[in-house]
């Protein structure tokens, strides 16, 4: 892996991010840093870029042009194989709609990541009902995403994006569909993980509550970042 001059304070670094879907740049060249243990929100009105920037961030799409660098690191020097490696251990992801297998049940479903990236079985699942018993679903484990509750299942899919102790969790709109109880339950979830593990979240949210308890807000529209406030 390439390495960059990036300031070693910063887990991640993005650095002039282009990227266009036929004739539309949804991203017009965007520097943006992630500091490490951090809690970063995206937020700004529909069609401002911010999902296509997190996939970019996340390695889920590649850009047209600019850096992306990991720890100083320039991830897109990777071929595909070696990238998707790097993402199956280093990144987290969190989706509004869980994307939990439906066929498997929720302890299956959390080890998937550490099962693909080759981790022994016994130690995959010994690790799994670790983050399941964290996070109070414990008499849960056995059961099928359709056997639980929304908040339920939304939590399981947080314990998957920590199975392989990654860099960074990306949360894509993660209480988008949720109730107001289960929303602000995972709010605090967020922030418990970061005092205790020291894990950092970059959050795409129209959620205000969310973006206002922050760490650091990132403001977007058009493509371009407009704005980045700091919580005081």
């Given amino acids: 892996m390439n390495e960059t001059n990036g300031n070693p304070g910063n887990l991640i670094s993005l650095r002039d991010i282009h990227k266009n879907f036929d004739r539309l740049e949804v991203i017009r060249g965007v520097d943006l840093d992630v500091r490490k243990g951090e809690v970063m929100s995206i937020v700004g ?3 401002a870029g911010k999902t296509t920037l997190l996939q970019i961030m996340g390695t889920l799409d590649r850009p047209d042009s600019g850096l992306v660098s990991y720890a100083g690191d320039d991830v897109f020097s990777l071929n595909d194989r070696k990238l998707a490696r790097f993402r199956n251990r280093r990144i987290g992801f969190v ?10 049940s929720m302890l299956e479903n959390v080890a998937m990541p550490a099962l693909i990236g080759g981790f022994p079985r016994e130690e995959a699942f010994a690790h799994a009902r670790e983050l399941i018993e964290y996070l109070g679903l414990k008499g849960r484990a056995d059961h099928r995403p359709a056997q639980l509750s929304g908040g339920e299942r939304q939590r399981a899919a947080v314990a998957r994006a920590l199975m392989n102790r990654p860099d960074v969790v990306l949360a894509d709109e993660p209480s988008g569909s949720l109730d107001t109880h289960n929303r602000m339950e ?12 020291g894990q950092t979240f970059v959050i795409v949210t129209h959620d205000e509550s969310l973006a206002a308890d922050s760490d650091r807000v990132v403001h977007m529209t058009d493509g371009v970042i407009t704005e980045i406030s700091e919580r005081k």
Wanted: aromatic residues 20%; glycine residues 4%.
């Fill in 95 to 104: 989706f509004q709609f869980h994307q939990l297998l439906p066929e498997f």
């Fill in 186 to 197: 995972l709010h605090k979830l967020f922030f418990d993980l970061r005092s205790d593990m």
């Fill in 45 to 47: 009105p529909s069609g």
